[in-house]
């Protein structure tokens, strides 16, 4: 037997191991017999409960070199605003809120915490290590809901709380997490089917290769941590509106296909100028329209559902817009004054970058607008109190219960103002003979606007001119 067979015969053990954690099928049928709870996760996991614990995915903030104006502040949902449901504060973190149909309108933002209804402290605890949700992310077919607590307040259980045959069996289906996992969150945010990004839509559970050439389930079948991957959960990636980092460094479509993937010596001299996703995403929002502004000053009855939401505008099949990035984001702060972009719109998260700026590329983007209230006086964005809203469609109490809650500001006075943020679209990316030609950029009436991007005219022509 030689040293090559002997060390492979050592090895398939680890190798089957290996295999089978990352299968659907693989069941900790073997480790316990019961689930009670994240405390049967611990008794082999304190550690990676500690290292989750500390990752962005639970404290929902973190370090945010990334953004401009952080001036080394922990930064995250927890403590920013956004212009979708503003922020997970206060009675928007927990809870039933039912129409008059007695039907479950909304549950809180926690629905997309990996934990069990506890807000994530900046201390851990044991407490805190059993708040977290581990089957959320690692369960295939796992599935959870509000319960009001004996003594008062709510928490997360899991739907087979009182079967435990059933518990015992989705809790042994651990896996890795797969796509299906990472969108039961990141394809519903901001309140519906693909809202919110834009590009990250249920279809990439199961598509193929024409929809996005990474996820395809006909080529190369990517899990959203294949790409993302990073060590002790913390997640590699942060596209351009997201505050936090879980690592220091970017997520780059340089780090696997280098700097010259084409075969083209005038394709690869445009990538280095420009993102690969500008040609390779010539829309998001395919399957399922996305909200491209959401106008909170002018509450929206629907009566399917018997509930209230701002007026918001969903758009299918959006061409992006196209800016200038070098890495970094301005962002507007809860408390702060006001920056605003030179049509008066607030300037909620913002590239940096410019043509004159080598480090910057040209990227594509979802330009979303709202319309948020802002404190009379100060000139401070309010968050709004959204979940009792959802039921009653009281605006003007929901804003200033925010700003009393948020600012001290008793029966506040507030003026409604345009805000616009800008997305990084990643998500979607088509094969090659799906990507833009050349006359998509360089022809009149283009989707590129050249002034905007510091140009005086389209550089193609102004080259062929010479």
């Not at 945010?189 to 024409?210: H, M, Q």
């Not at 983007?365 to 802002?374: D, G, N, S, Y």
Request: proline share 5%; aromatic share 8%.
């Amino acid at each position: 037997m030689n040293v090559r067979t002997l060390l492979l015969l050592l090895l398939l053990p680890t190798l089957a191991l290996a295999a089978d954690q990352s299968s659907p099928e693989y069941k900790h049928k073997d480790y316990f017999e019961h689930y009670e709870g994240t405390k049967t996760c611990l008794q082999c996991h304190q550690k990676e409960a500690e290292t989750f614990f500390h990752s962005q995915h639970y404290q929902w903030k973190g370090a945010a070199p990334h953004i401009a104006n952080a001036k080394g502040r922990a930064l995250g949902k927890m403590n920013t605003i956004n212009d979708f449901c503003t922020n997970p504060g206060g009675a928007n973190w927990i809870g039933l809120i039912k129409n008059k149909e007695d039907e479950v309108i909304t549950r809180g933002c926690s629905a997309c915490h990996a934990g069990l209804g506890e807000k994530p402290s900046e201390t851990m605890t044991q407490a805190q290590l059993e708040n977290i949700d581990c089957l959320q992310c690692h369960a295939s077919g796992y599935r959870r809901d509000v319960y009001e607590k004996r003594g008062g307040g709510w928490e997360w259980k899991p739907i087979l709380w009182q079967n435990q045959e059933g518990l015992d069996s989705v809790s042994k289906r651990i896996s890795l997490p797969k796509r299906a996992m990472c969108l039961r969150c990141h394809a519903s945010s901001g309140g519906g089917p693909n809202f919110k990004r834009g590009d990250i839509e249920y279809v990439l559970a199961n598509t193929d290769r024409d929809y996005d050439v990474h996820m395809g389930t006909d080529g190369l079948n990517f899990d959203c941590v294949q790409c993302h991957k990073g060590e002790d959960h913390r997640i590699k990636g942060r596209g351009t509106d997201l505050s936090a980092n879980d690592t220091p460094g970017l997520l780059r479509c340089g780090d696997c296909h280098g700097q010259t993937p084409h075969k083209s010596a005038d394709l690869n001299r445009h990538t280095a100028r420009v993102n690969c996703t500008v040609c390779h995403i010539p829309s998001f929002a395919r399957t399922d329209a996305t909200d491209m502004f959401r106008d909170w000053s002018k509450p929206n009855y629907h009566k399917d559902t018997d509930r209230y939401s701002a007026t918001i505008q969903l758009v299918k099949d959006v061409p992006p817009v196209y800016a200038w990035f070098n890495g970094n984001t301005r962002e507007q702060f809860l408390g702060e004054p006001l920056k605003k972009d030179a049509n008066g719109n607030i300037e909620m998260m913002v590239p940096e970058g410019s043509r004159a700026d080598d480090s910057s590329k040209i990227f594509a983007f979802k330009v979303h607008r709202a319309k948020l209230p802002v404190l009379d006086g100060k000139g401070w964005v309010i968050p709004i109190d959204v979940e009792e809203f959802f039921q009653n469609g009281e605006l003007d109490h929901a804003v200033k219960a925010a700003a009393e809650a948020d600012y001290g500001a008793k029966n506040a006075s507030y003026q409604f103002q345009p805000t616009i943020r800008y997305m990084g679209i990643f998500h979607g990316v088509r094969p090659a003979k799906y990507a833009l030609s050349c006359k998509d950029c360089h022809a009149e009436n283009s989707r590129m606007d050249w002034k905007q991007l510091g140009y005086g005219s389209d550089p193609a022509a102004v080259k062929a001119k010479q």
